[in-house]
């Protein structure tokens, strides 16, 4: 038996009882962090639930699903970066403010709380955590919001096929710049501690993926 989104009832149960953007966050986390270790997946929101695992794409595509079963609009916003990779979150509102949530391989990246008034405020928030493993701040701008139910005709909610088509999309679409050339040129570095921290959750995931090999080898 399936509901009208098309997801399996037993997924439809679980995603019925994500009724906050907290609880949708905290089921995220949970999650093992897909590092597309044999190419790019893009999963929708059924694989993911599927496969137990999200990338940062992924998460806000299930973010913004499990959101919609609960009547917000299914909306996400892109944050463009250079020599670094784009990252994406769910967005949702609260009264008249912003928060977002998200998944990434740097722990900083993922949930803000609905205090935001803007979405240039909300975006501002990821601007000092984003950084490359050169220590370099990387990011450059964000999208306008962006309602996944234009990708209704794709079944973007339970698809098995890889949503390359909204990734394809958000690389078109307008971004607004953060930054002007002066601000680039006097950016500063990331200190090395905030590096090493930013960086724990993939160094513990590695050693535990090295972990398990030794142990089955």
């Keep these: 038996m399936k509901n009208k989104y098309g997801f399996p009832l037993k997924e439809y149960k679980i995603i019925s009882k994500l009724n906050t953007p907290k609880k949708i966050q905290d089921f995220l986390d949970k999650l ?15 694989m ?15 973010a913004a699903a499990a959101l919609r079963v609960h009547g917000y609009p299914s909306l996400i916003i892109d944050l463009t970066s250079v020599r670094d990779t784009d990252h994406l979150v769910a967005i949702f509102k609260k009264s008249r403010f912003w928060g977002s949530i998200g998944k990434s391989k740097y722990p900083a990246l993922t949930y803000r709380e609905p205090i935001h008034r803007t979405i240039r405020e909300l975006a501002l928030t990821y601007f000092d955590e984003y950084f490359n493993f050169y220590g370099e701040r990387t990011m450059r701008g964000y999208s306008n919001p962006v309602d996944l139910s234009r990708f209704d005709k794709i079944n973007w909610m339970t698809t098995e096929t890889g949503l390359t088509p909204i990734e394809n999309y958000l690389n078109k679409i307008k971004h607004h710049k953060l930054l002007t050339k002066a601000m680039i040129r006097n950016l500063r570095k990331v200190p090395p501690l905030m590096k090493e921290a930013g960086e724990l959750w993939i160094n513990r995931h590695r050693a535990q993926k090295k972990i398990k090999a030794d142990a089955n080898s």
């Design 48 to 62: 993911v639930r599927k496969e137990k695992m999200a990338n940062c794409f992924e998460a806000a595509l299930f």
């Design 32 to 46: 093992d962090y897909n590092l597309e270790e044999k190419g790019e997946t893009y999963f929708s929101p059924h």
